[in-house]
């Protein structure tokens, strides 16, 4: 089988998988599937050497601009919608736990830790308007959760997160904060605006291979997350925001979409956004996990 033509190399490789060294159950299926359907997508298109360089050359260039404030390949999965496809795959809804969606390529670790209603603000903009988020978190039964970490981000008024933006202070709309004993959780931070993500370089070019367009409708970022519980990371739209229908990385749900407010005077802000999460129960130890 080591002599190959167009009708056995699929089956060539295929059976090679394992054949010097030890693999687990989940590693044949993954490859056995990826070399399936990229050896037919190779063929149903008939790709020529000349695309495959050209290919190859892209993914070079995609590498060697994945910093600590950019991760290309997060970027292009989400163009792809290959990460929405993998949060819903890694996290089906199966009760009353509030639906997740992509973690984005801004992420950035270890926000400063804040106190139950701050402000994530470091810079001001004219045309801000300061929101005043809260809400619960609760357990499937509908009770509070004390103690649950949020971790949020957004976008600046200007279109730009932090991490990309050398006139932004550092961890500017960044924060963490934690539950009280009733669940409820608060911080203040800015109205996000929709955004175009950065479609300069490889983004860019799969974009307009594409024929789609880079912009997001505004979103405030989560990762909620407290033992004994599953992480949650998600977002939450804003219900004016244009492009709320045509995301450019199609990670909108209806279930994250809220409205903005007038806020009460005693609140400070301009605008008021209230928005529970339900938590999942973590499975219980010494369960199987999928290999």
């Known amino acids: 089988m080591g002599i190959v033509n167009q009708e056995n190399i699929t089956d060539v490789v295929i059976e090679s998988l394992g054949k010097h060294g030890e693999i687990t159950d989940r590693q044949r299926e993954i490859m056995v599937s990826m070399l399936e359907h990229m050896h037919g997508f190779i063929k149903d ?26 991760q ?15 949060d819903m795959m890694t996290n089906p809804i199966e009760g009353a736990e509030s639906e997740s969606t ?16 701050g402000s994530v603000i470091l810079k001001h903009y004219d045309n801000e308007e300061t929101v005043y988020y809260e809400g ?16 949020v981000w957004e976008d600046a008024p200007n279109g730009v997160y932090e991490n990309l933006d050398p006139d932004q202070p550092e961890y500017n709309l960044r924060g963490r904060f934690e539950t ?34 880079p912009n997001r409708p505004a979103h405030m970022h989560f990762i909620i ?32 979409i809220g409205e903005f407010k007038p806020a009460a005077p005693e609140l400070g802000t301009k605008l008021h956004f209230e928005f529970d999460f339900v938590l999942k129960a973590a499975a219980a130890e010494g369960r199987m996990s999928a290999e």
């Open 102 to 117: 992509v973690l984005g390529p801004f992420y950035r670790e270890n926000p400063p830790v804040l106190p139950k209603g």
């Open 225 to 256: 997350a407290k033992e004994g519980y599953q992480q949650l990371i998600s977002q939450i739209y804003d219900a004016d925001s244009d492009w709320l229908e045509d995301d450019s990385v199609f990670a909108v749900k209806e279930s994250l």
């Open 136 to 151: 619960y978190i609760r357990d499937e039964a509908g009770n509070g959760i004390a103690g649950v970490l949020l971790d």
């Open 72 to 86: 290309e390949f997060i970027l292009l999965g989400d163009i792809l919608g290959v990460e929405v496809l993998v």
């Open 180 to 213: 009280d004993e009733n669940g409820h959780y608060a911080f203040v931070a800015v109205r996000p605006v929709p955004y175009p993500i950065p479609d300069d370089e490889t983004a860019g070019e799969l974009l307009r291979y594409m024929g789609h367009h």
């Open 45 to 70: 298109v008939k790709l020529q050497h000349s695309e495959f360089l050209a290919v190859c050359d892209y993914l070079a260039r995609a590498g060697k601009l994945c910093n600590e404030n950019r």
